[in-house]
């Protein structure tokens, strides 16, 4: 312990004597220029040499290797700064500081290349045609957010690990520390795992998408994104909920994409003067136009008379489009709505709406006594 404090000032003296010595400017002067020449080809690299090796490995095309060397570019123009800054200071400094520069460089190396992945990282998760072409089948879009999140965090952990090697900590130490806490951490933090778990159930089940319209007991609206603890959902009023990855898994969900059809059911009232020749007419009239319309599935439909109401005669109709797309739904049930009323007008038969009739009998007359 004194012995090392003793050492403390005398490095420390000896360092100062060879700052303010004349024989570091030498030094000194070649290690700016080696930094500035390093600086100069970081800006040919980027302006030149970049794009010739992309032209070269591409030969004009857009394909995966472009995408990868985009997504180095930046780390590789800071690797050249680094490595000129690195040639300088150990020029610079004495010798007993190649260890520190040595593992500064090799820690900023590892970082540079982090970087690099997350930027290609980034730039296929923005891109599900660039995934797609990776790998060259279809990706489901729910794996994309989740599966590069993870990535992600594996990557910072290794570097974590490589970096803490470099510098001389036991990073077998610590992983055996995680081991003998793992059983408390994992009590602690149980919620949080079957978060995790309950996603990894959602994206193996896939009971739904990213962009998805999906129904709960208790919310409904479009997938925006699902990670390690829960599921973002935007519902119809543009406002956002984050539902738990644990109750997602356990509820039951309604998805509405998943359908190829779309139904529309509803009664046709008309009223009770209507004769039953016009009823049967409308009602033929009614099912040809819908098994002939091109966006109604001639499997699903059905009209018939259904009841005697209080105050109407009920039209029964239930039929299917062939689209599930909000827009074209409401564009076919505007056009079928049109045709009925049409229908209805070509045979004299008027709508009814909800009224009450009073009927007063004539009074019978009284003789006179």
Known sequence: MDGSLQGIPADFSQLAGYFFSYSHLYKLIVSITIFCIFVFFKKMFAKYI??????????????????????????????????GAYLALKNYFPESYDIFLNNLLGSAVVILMVSGLYESIGIYVNDEEKIN???????DKILIPFFSKMIKLIIIALAFVVIASRWGYDVNGFIAGLGLGGLAFALAAKDLLANIFSGIILITDKPFSIGDWIKTSDIEG????????????????????????????NAP??????????????NLTVKYDTSSAQLKKCIERIEQLLVEH?????ESVSVKFDSFANSALNIYLCFFTTTIVWNDYLNIKQDINFSIMQILEDQGVKIAFP????YVEPSAKIGKE
């Open 133 to 139: 072409r990776l790998f060259n089948k279809q990706v």
């Open 50 to 83: 970049f794009n010739f090796f992309i032209n070269l490995c591409t030969k004009g095309t857009v394909n995966n290797d472009t995408y990868l060397l985009q997504a180095f570019q930046n780390p590789l123009k800071h690797l050249i700064v680094l490595t």
């Open 355 to 358: 009224s009450t009739s009073v």
């Open 253 to 266: 969900i309604t998805n509405f994409t998943k359908r190829t059809m779309r139904n529309i059911t509803f």
């Open 294 to 298: 091109p966006g109604i599935d001639q």
């Open 222 to 249: 479009a997938v925006q994104d699902i990670n390690f603890r829960s599921t973002k959902i935007k519902k119809f009023d543009n406002s956002l909920v984050i539902v738990p990855n644990s109750i997602l898994a």
